[in-house]
């Protein structure tokens, strides 16, 4: 009789507050749009190869869009974030600065996210967008 050894591994979900002061970390000043856009490819690149969520973050899903619960007060409740107004009369968009030493990942982790941030560097809002909510795997991520 044949056995089956079935081998799983138990990983402790990272913290979005650390996820997302990684990006602000390597990414500068950042608006909160590409945050979110920047994390989810990293959450459905680890999705895709382990099965499994990488962060505790929550997303919401709305029609071709999306947003990541409690960002505002996530970001206002520490202060290691700092908030940047943006001016439209000069195209000027807010953005969100990380001013503590950057947060320790699981290299895993670390790598997917810089392969998330140079997927979304010079992309526009609209782009990145659909980069994430085409995804196969975007139902599962936005999914209670």
């Not at 590409?34 to 973050?57: F, I, K, Q, W």
């Not at 999306?66 to 953005?95: L, N, Q, T, W």
Request: glycine share 6%; aromatic share 10%.
């Amino acid at each position: 009789m044949a056995s089956t050894i079935v081998y799983f591994r138990v990983v402790e979900l990272i913290r979005g507050r650390d996820v997302v002061a990684y990006i602000l970390y390597r990414m500068g000043c950042t608006h909160p749009f590409t945050v979110s856009r920047v994390a989810a490819l990293a959450e459905l690149s680890y999705m895709s190869l382990n099965g499994e969520r990488l962060s505790d973050l929550v997303y919401a899903a709305g029609p071709g869009v999306f947003y990541i619960e409690g960002f505002k007060e996530m970001i206002d409740a520490d202060a290691c974030f700092k908030k940047h107004e943006g001016d439209p009369s000069v195209k000027r968009r807010g953005c969100i600065e990380y001013t503590c030493p950057p947060p320790s990942l699981p290299e895993e982790a670390a790598r997917l996210l810089d392969e998330a941030i140079e997927k979304a560097r010079g992309l526009d809002d609209l782009t990145l967008n659909s980069m994430v909510v085409a995804h196969p795997l975007y139902m599962r991520l936005t999914a209670r």
